[in-house]
C-alpha cells in the first residue's frame, strides 16, 4: 500500500514481487499495531542490520551538528536516517520501494524525530530538489543498485547522474559520504555469490565481456546494479564534481556492513592501525591472512567495500 500523503516521485513501476510487496506491506501493518522494532523482529529472522549500532558507526566520521541538514538515499527501515535525525538539524531521506519509505517514515514518527522526512522516489536518479540545499549526502550501498529501475539508461550512466545530482543539490563546501561494493573487493576474489551478478561466484570480478557473454548463453536480463573497481569509483566521483577524496576502510573487511572500525586508506594509516594488537584484518582467517600479507598501499584497491568521503569546493 503506497502512502498517499508521502511525496512519490517515482517515475517506472515498481520491480518488488507479489509476494515481496504484501511481506512488506504486512510489515507496515505491524509497525503501526506493535510497534516498528516489533514488527522487524516479527518478519526477518535476523534484524541487526537494521537494529544494530554498527550500522551506523560511520556517522561518528562525518561533520555532522544541529545546524545541518543532511540528504539520504535509500533510507530502507530508517536505520540511518533515525541515527542521522538525532545528530543533525533535518534529515530529507528517499527511498525507491514505497514499503520501505513508509516504514522508515513510521520509525521516524515512532522514535519522536520529528526532523525527518522520507519520501518515496529516485528510481531516474533524479534529485526532486533544488540546487544548493544540502550540508551532506550519505549514499551507504545504494550507488551499486540504483539504476537498476531505469532499464532503458546503462547502470553506469544512471549512476553517473546521480552522482551529479548529489553534487548539485549540496551547498558550496558540503560533502558526499559514499560506500559501494568493490568489483575487485576480497569477498568477491574469495568466490563469494554475488548478488548484483545473477549470485555467480566471483560475479563482477570477472572481465565485463565474459559477463555479458554468459548471461546471453544463459537468457539472462542484465545484472542486478554494477560495482567498479577503486580507480574507476574515484574517477566516477571526480567527474561528478567532487574534490579532496579521501578513502576510508570498513573493518573487519568482510563485515564490511557492520564494521567495528572505519580507518582512511591511506598506506600511513593502515601501517598505524596495523601496529595494533587489537586490529582485526578480515572477520574470517582467509581474509584476515590476505589482508595481512596485502602491502598497505594496495589495501585500498582490495577492500571489500568502497567509500569516500569527498567535498563540493566551497
Ligand atoms: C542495501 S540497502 C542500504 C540501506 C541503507 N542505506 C543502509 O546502509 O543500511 C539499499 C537501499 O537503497 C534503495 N535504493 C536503491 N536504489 C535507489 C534509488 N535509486 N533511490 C533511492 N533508493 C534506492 C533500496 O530500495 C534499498 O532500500
Redesign the pocket.
Known amino acids: 500500500m503506497i502512502d498517499t500523503e508521502m511525496p512519490n516521485y517515482l517515475k517506472f513501476p515498481q520491480t518488488e514481487s507479489e509476494e515481496r510487496t504484501r511481506e512488506l506491506d504486512r510489515l507496515n501493518e505491524l509497525a503501526v499495531r506493535d510497534g516498528w522494532l516489533n514488527a522487524v523482529k516479527q518478519t526477518y529472522d535476523s534484524i541487526d ?2 537494529t544494530s549500532p554498527v ?1 551506523y558507526k560511520f556517522l561518528d566520521l562525518l561533520p555532522l551538528n544541529k545546524e545541518s541538514t543532511i540528504l ?6 530508517g ?2 536516517t533515525t541515527a542521522l535525525a538525532r545528530r543533525v538539524g533535518f534529515v530529507h531521506a ?4 514505497p514499503q ?1 519509505a513508509r516504514f522508515a517514515a513510521e520509525r521516524c514518527r515512532q522514535e519522536g524525530l520529528d526532523n525527518a522526512k522520507v519520501a518515496c ?5 533524479q534529485l526532486p530538489f533544488e540546487d544548493g540545499q544540502f550540508n551532506g549526502v ?5 550507488l ?6 531505469d532499464p532503458s539508461t546503462p547502470h553506469v550512466e ?1 549512476q553517473k547522474k ?1 552522482l551529479r545530482e548529489c553534487w548539485r543539490v549540496l551547498k558550496p563546501g558540503g560533502w558526499i559520504y559514499l ?1 559501494t561494493k568493490n568489483r575487485y573487493g576480497m569477498v568477491l576474489l574469495h568466490g563469494v555469490h554475488d548478488p548484483h551478478t545473477f549470485n555467480w561466484r566471483f560475479g563482477q570480478a570477472m572481465p565485463r565481456w565474459l559477463i555479458s557473454l554468459l548471461g546471453r548463453l544463459l537468457g539472462k536480463s542484465r545484472p542486478e546494479g554494477m560495482i567498479h573497481s577503486y580507480p574507476t569509483l574515484h574517477r566516477l566521483v571526480t567527474e561528478a564534481g567532487f574534490s579532496n577524496l579521501k578513502p576510508y576502510w570498513a573493518v573487519p573487511d568482510t563485515s564490511y ?1 557492520s564494521p567495528t572500525e572505519i580507518v582512511p586508506a591511506d598506506a600511513e594509516s593502515i601501517r598505524a592501525a596495523r601496529k595494533r594488537p587489537d586490529f582485526k584484518h578480515g572477520s574470517y582467517t582467509k581474509a584476515e591472512v590476505m589482508f595481512k600479507l596485502t602491502p598497505a598501499p594496495l589495501v585500498k584497491y582490495l577492500t571489500s567495500s568502497l567509500t569516500f568521503f569527498a567535498e563540493k569546493p566551497a
Open positions: 542490520y537494521m550500522r539520504e538515499i535509500g533510507a530502507q527501515h536505520q540511518i528517499l527511498e525507491v520501494v520501505f522516489g529516485v528510481d531516474d536518479c550519505v549514499l551507504n550501498l545504494v551499486e543498485w540504483c539504476g537498476q529501475r544512471s546521480l560506500t556492513r
